[in-house]
């Protein structure tokens, strides 16, 4: 996905995030706060050069990416890399990844932690895993805002 679009994405969802109650959304809350996360460290990513950033999507297949419809309207599979992480380390990135940046998968993982036992399972909702996510959600968005606009600076919210 191009630069843009996940610049978008993050001001979009971080707004309805924003909507949210931690403790009665939690499961949405986090889920948002993983999706924001993600496409702040995408858009990092493809700004250092260190995935493809065009008009195409990440698949759940290593390497298969799909690309918007031609005139015939139908998505197109093709075979490309390293484009958008669907997950820290999937797919492999291509050259030496900043310090910064693996500050920043870290605090991803946590959120990428967080799904299968609370989002899609059923384990106890508590302020303490709130917090939690929101440290490590806050954690990767100032890291990769910090490429994308300088020290100090966020992405747009």
């Not at 995935?51 to 990416?65: E, K």
């Not at 050259?95 to 399972?121: K, S, T």
């Not at 917090?131 to 966020?154: N, R």
Request: some cysteine; aromatic content about 8%; proline content about 8%.
């Amino acid at each position: 996905m191009e630069i843009a679009a996940h610049l978008e994405k993050i001001e979009r969802i971080s707004a309805l995030r924003g909507r949210l109650d931690r403790d009665q959304d939690f499961e949405l809350w986090m889920w948002m706060s993983m999706t924001v996360a993600t496409n702040a460290v995408n858009a990092a990513l493809h700004h250092l050069g260190l995935s493809d950033g065009g008009d195409f999507y990440a698949h759940q297949i290593p390497g298969l990416y799909v690309e918007p419809p031609p005139k015939d309207g139908h998505w197109q599979k093709v075979i490309r890399g390293p484009g958008d992480l669907i997950h820290v380390g999937f797919p492999p990135l291509k050259g030496v990844v900043p310090d910064f940046m693996e500050r920043a998968f870290a605090a991803l993982v946590i959120l990428e932690d967080m799904r299968e036992p609370y989002a899609r399972g059923n384990e106890p909702i508590t302020p303490d895993l709130a917090d939690a996510c929101d440290a490590a959600f806050d954690e990767c968005v100032d890291l990769t805002s910090q490429i994308m606009v300088g020290p100090g600076g966020s992405f747009p919210a």
